[in-house]
């Protein structure tokens, strides 16, 4: 059977989707908790049967890990999520206004209007608007440290990737929901943005540049693989 890139295929109960991904030094599989499917990479297309061969013998352990991803977390009023890493209480109030972000004795909470699917629609609002708002500042931040031109930011929703850098049209992208990390991981993110301006690559070179904008940022990383299925299945 001829194997292309980004084909879908059953495999003993599971879904999964075919890469080729030339920097890859060997077969692997990546397990894409949003998704719901397992990745199977190689180093070329004509390496895709073997990736297919190889994850056949690991099904038990895709299962066992398509189990373990996060459920949704729905946006509703009782609910808590988290905003800057710290947990954050949903409360609804009467008519369709906008939701808002206060504090009272118990902590931080989001206020907000609007019932069902109107009242996440206007969490998930003001989460963009904040994540705008702090990605914003620490872009410009880490702009100004590496003498760089400002550069077009937009806020969205990406499947599974936290940003994107266009150096050839300077502009830069991050997904909304790293703004429910903790500060010094979204401080890591645009910084890791911004450093591709410098090198495009994931080069040493390109990582002594991240590393002089926000010192080690290897438990950066680690807390987003860590964490990344879970805030992805908020408001799902």
Not at 8 to 20: D, K, W, Y
Not at 60 to 88: C, H, N, V, Y
């Amino acid at each position: 059977m001829q194997y292309r890139n980004g084909q879908r295929l059953p495999l003993e109960g599971l879904t999964a989707r075919l890469s080729v991904n030339p920097r890859a030094r060997r077969l692997s599989i990546r397990i894409d908790a949003r998704a719901g499917e397992a990745v199977l990479i190689a180093p070329s297309e004509r390496k895709l049967a073997e990736v297919v061969a190889f994850a056949r013998t690991k099904t038990s352990w895709m299962r066992e890990r398509l189990a373990e991803r996060p459920q949704g977390t729905p946006l509703e009023p009782g609910g808590m999520i988290d905003l800057f890493g710290k947990p954050t209480r949903l409360v609804a109030v009467g008519g369709a206004g906008a939701a808002r972000l206060t504090e009272d004795a118990d902590g931080p909470l989001i206020a907000s209007g609007g019932e069902g699917e109107a009242y996440a629609r206007r969490v998930e609002n003001l989460f963009k608007r904040v994540a705008r708002e702090t990605l914003q500042t620490r872009t410009d931040f880490h702009l100004r440290t590496l003498g760089q031109r400002p550069v077009k930011m937009s806020i969205a929703d990406p499947k599974s990737r936290w940003g994107s850098c266009s150096p050839h049209n300077r502009s830069i992208r991050y997904s909304w929901r790293v703004i429910m990390a903790p500060p010094a991981v979204i401080d890591y993110l645009a910084a890791h943005e911004v450093a591709h301006l410098v090198h495009a690559d994931h080069s040493p070179a390109y990582w002594a540049v991240v590393q002089r904008l926000v010192g080690d940022h290897r438990p950066h990383r680690k807390w987003l693989r860590d964490n990344g299925p879970a805030l992805h299945a908020v408001g799902r």
